[in-house]
């Protein structure tokens, strides 16, 4: 509606004229505001400036023809089918523009999921390293110290959790008791069945 108030201010600017402002670089607004349609997103809004846009020329054009009459006398062919032309390009480039739009918006969209999976990833990156630190913590730190003997323990997970425990404890009677499991599979399902037997024991 803009463009179209533009191009009736120059239909009655005298150094412009009515036929000239049907061809008039005033007329490059309608391509404007529908190229500045697409950053909405939305393939609706675009297609729809470029119907209001070619409505809103065809409308101009018609005004200059009826309303004055020396124009539309003097005026050739050329001149009508131009300015009906230029309708039918606005209309055409509303529905590009719509086209145009629309794939912007998938990208957008996909780049916000892909975005979106990333730092889902991160977090779950994030909390399996929390997890692992936690197991780890149950494992022994240091070995128990017994005459004549050197035990070590060492635990490395498939993944950044798992199944695997070993532990040792000073008996009251000065044995030393010796765990040693092993849940079936890998990852945080068998850790957390490992954290509940230690418990247990």
Known sequence: LISTIAVFLAIHTPSIGPVRALTSPVVAIYFLFIILSTLHLDT???????????????????????????????????????????AGLLLLAGFAAGSVAGQIQLHVLGALRYGQSRAKLAQLHHDMEIARSIQQGYLPKS?????????????????????????????????????????????????LCMAACRAYA
């Open 44 to 86: 609706g809004l675009s297609r729809l400036a470029g119907v209001f846009s070619a409505v809103g020329y065809s409308l101009a054009a018609l005004y200059v023809f009826l309303d004055f009459p020396g124009t539309g006398a003097d005026a050739d062919a050329l001149v009508y089918v131009t300015s009906f032309s230029y």
């Open 143 to 191: 070995g128990p110290r017994i005459d004549g003997f050197d035990i070590a323990g060492w635990n490395q997970p498939a993944d950044e959790t798992g199944g695997d425990y070993f532990d040792w404890q000073l008996l009251e009677d000065g044995r030393i008791a010796v765990s040693v499991a092993d849940v079936t599979g890998h990852g945080i399902g068998p850790a």
